[in-house]
């Protein structure tokens, strides 16, 4: 049992390093920078027209929560890095073999990828806090951009009945269970087609169809269907008794029902996978 545990923790670790502690991850510190400055500056200008000062929160929402930035930007970046996750060197499948289990495999693959989302959502914090907090001052309430500006910045007027620092952690949340679960899509195709770049396909067409919803280009009747209802904090009900939008929970719901779908399909999957046969061809 010791010893099956080990092998687990090995291959585990082997995971982390073979795709998470790479030079490829560096792309992510110029890319946030780039964007967290562009917003911030568009914040100031913003707040400067309107007279009303802004605060720390105004940036970080309105990049952060910002469905062409997250759908555009964020969420493809996030896809790129983990595309071939499940996609094995010959090394990868000889450990394998001596992890002796499929189970286990998938097991340190979902592992693996929850590993990255942290990695990706604490580097994307650390950037986007770091380079607001040099133009905009730290608050525990909504600033007066926030409050006479509602509905033309992130976020919009039903989240100001939570405290800052409550609706940035329901952000948070949402984008931490929306990138696991577009992660688990991408990695279960990459595994079935053995190549990391058809995964990053299949999740960046699901992203695409993300970016659909939140323009409004597809039927209302599909909103709480599509993913960008449930990424976003912008579409969510709160307080407001009547509100096309779902409750936060209801996203938490849907979230923990496709983790649910996916982690299921590809354990599935690498119960039929021949990793003898195949070679890496990411």
């Known amino acids: 049992m010791n010893r099956t545990r080990q092998r687990t923790r090995s291959f585990l670790r082997f995971s982390i390093e073979q795709h998470i502690l790479q030079k490829r991850w560096l792309i992510v510190v110029p890319v946030v920078l780039f964007a967290a400055y562009i917003m911030s500056d568009d914040m100031l200008v913003v707040a400067k027209n309107q007279g009303l000062s802004p605060n720390i929160w105004n940036p970080l929402f309105s990049i952060l929560g910002n469905g062409g930035v997250i759908f555009f930007l964020i969420n493809l970046l996030f896809l790129f890095l983990i595309s ?44 986007v806090g770091g380079v607001a907090s040099f133009a905009f001052p730290w608050s525990t309430s909504w600033s007066e ?36 679960s577009l992660g688990l899509v991408t990695i279960v195709v990459s595994a079935l087609a053995n190549n990391g770049i058809i995964g990053f396909l299949a999740g960046a067409i699901i992203n695409v169809g993300g970016y659909f919803g939140y323009k409004g280009r597809i039927p209302h009747y599909l909103d709480n269907v599509s993913i960008h209802t449930h990424f976003l904090l912008d579409f969510h009900s709160f307080d407001a008794r009547i ?19 996916f982690t299921t399909i590809g354990f599935l999957l690498c119960r039929k996978k021949d990793f003898l046969s195949e070679k890496d061809r990411s």
């Open 243 to 261: 509100s096309g939008y779902p409750p936060f929970g209801a996203s938490i719901i849907y979230w923990a029902v496709w983790i649910a779908l």
């Open 145 to 180: 951009l926030a409050r006479g500006y509602a509905g033309r910045i992130e976020p919009n007027p039903a989240v100001l009945v939570l405290s800052p620092s409550g609706a940035f952690l329901q952000l948070i949340t949402l984008l931490v269970f929306g990138w696991f």
């Open 84 to 127: 071939d996750l499940p996609v094995e060197t010959g090394f990868g499948a000889l450990l394998l073999f001596r992890l002796g289990s499929r189970g286990k495999w998938w097991l340190t693959k979902v592992l693996t990828l929850t590993v990255a989302v942290l990695v990706y959502t604490a580097i994307a914090l650390v950037l």
